[in-house]
């Protein structure tokens, strides 16, 4: 089988994010747990003092001012996988993450905007009553990855 089917990657990053301090500790996470990359959509990524590996400077990092310049820059062939509380979303128990993926979150307040919901190729959620940080949302959706689990 041509090898481009079997290698795996995938990105991560934040819609609108609301605080940049989120940032820092995602793109940590994202650098631990094996991201080929990270990107932000709307608000610009700052130094933070909680990404003490420094991670844009060791893993590319994307800046897209709209939703609508994100999603066409999408890497070919990569499915876009939502992280959003909504009743249409499958459980992150359940999930089985694509070989190639991007990961979308959205901001604490507003999560992903209606029009990032409706492209998503998949929806994920885990059991919370309530949001999370964002932070710690994809974290947990990054460990999950990580785990010895079905691919799609």
Known sequence: MNDNFIKEYFGIGIQNGKTPENLGVLWRTAQNL???YIFTIGNRYAKQACDTHNAVDSIPYFHYESFEDFYKNLPK?????????????TDLETFEHPRRCVYLLGAEDNGLTKKAIEKCHYLVKFKSEKSLNVSVAGSIVLYDR?????RS
Request: hydrophobic content about 40%; charged content about 25%; glycine content about 20%.
């Open 34 to 36: 094996g991201a080929s």
């Open 77 to 89: 062939g990569a499915r876009l996988v939502g992280v959003e509380l909504d009743e249409n979303a």
């Open 146 to 150: 990580g785990l010895n689990k079905p």
